[in-house]
């Protein structure tokens, strides 16, 4: 019981760290980004690939991981720089799909659906499976702590205001002097960065990334965590995740009250209990948890 609390620890961990990214490009500026899985597959992948092919240690390999989804990330926000709302939604979706299929299907690069397995860890030999788990949620939730610190301050900073700016109104912005164009490239390359981040981190974990591991299903759950811990702030992003990995997890120990129901009706109704509370927490809460709180100017004030 205690290793798999420690496994879901991670996965809370990393759950959030691709939240802080999401809130970055999503939550201050305003650019709404269904393609976070692709860049958390191009993460784990890249470190994958550079580990198991090349021998590179994993610390240089989730560097490495880290600067691809960023230059990729300016990359996509070149492409879709003139696209708003739903465009560029459904442009970062699709997004997504072609690297879930380019990981299929390129079989000489990413073994297709076979994946990539062996990829080195700690040293799991002197570990126990256990210790394992405690020793990378750990691991883990320093990373998140120290991204969430690092996001924050240039949240605070005249960089964050300005992504505020643009996300409120990018007219207003452009005609005070701002180059929107590079402060969002800027923003979606960060934010990339981080979700590489948090792709590299699962790669060493699992030791194995295959496709059907990078599903939308895993950006439909961010963005509900975010929007849950509440938009535009580092805590709600990191509350969020917490809350929806709970609830995903948590209903897995209802199956054995419900013994009288078949597997499939268990899981329907676990889905139906995970939609309920999050749809109770967003009426109670409709900002989310820990909403963003703009602190007004002293001649407003007065």
């Known amino acids: 019981m205690a290793g798999y609390l420690a496994s879901m620890a991670v996965f809370a961990g990393l759950t959030a760290l691709m939240a802080l990214g999401l809130n970055l490009i999503w939550g201050l500026a305003g650019m709404v980004n269904l393609g976070l899985v692709g860049f958390y597959a191009i993460g784990a992948y890249t470190t994958a690939l550079l580990c198991v092919n090349f021998g590179w240690s994993p610390i240089a390999g989730i560097f490495a991981a880290v600067c691809l989804s960023a230059a990729i990330g300016c990359v996509v926000a070149l492409v879709t720089a003139r696209l708003k709302g739903d465009y560029l ?23 297709g659906t076979t994946g990539i397995s062996n990829i080195p860890s700690l040293p799991r030999s002197m570990l126990s499976p256990m210790q394992v788990n405690f020793v990378y949620a750990g691991l883990v939730w320093i990373v998140v702590a120290f991204v969430a610190l690092l996001l924050g301050r240039v949240s605070a900073a005249p960089f964050g205001r300005v992504l505020r700016a643009i996300r409120e109104d990018e007219m207003v912005a452009s005609v005070a002097g701002k180059r929107v164009l590079r402060f969002k490239i800027q923003a979606f390359a960060v934010g990339a960065a981080v979700l590489g981040l948090a792709g590299g981190l699962y790669a ?88 963003e709180t703009l602190s007004k100017h002293p001649s407003e004030a007065s």
Do not use: K
């Open 204 to 291: 060493h974990y699992v030791g194995y990334v295959a496709p059907d591991a990078f599903t939308p299903l895993i950006t439909i759950a961010v963005v509900l965590a975010l929007t849950a811990g509440g938009t535009g702030t580092m805590r709600g992003a990191i509350i969020g995740a917490v809350l929806v990995v709970t609830l995903t997890e948590g209903t897995r120990f209802l199956a054995p009250l419900l013994s009288g129901l078949s597997p499939v009706r268990i899981a329907a109704l676990r889905e139906g209990l995970i939609g309920l509370c999050l749809i109770l927490a967003l009426s109670l809460r409709p900002t989310g948890l820990w909403p």
């Open 89 to 111: 939604a459904i442009v970062t979706l699709g997004f997504a799909e072609i690297v879930r299929l380019i990981a299929a299907n390129e079989v000489w690069l990413t073994g």
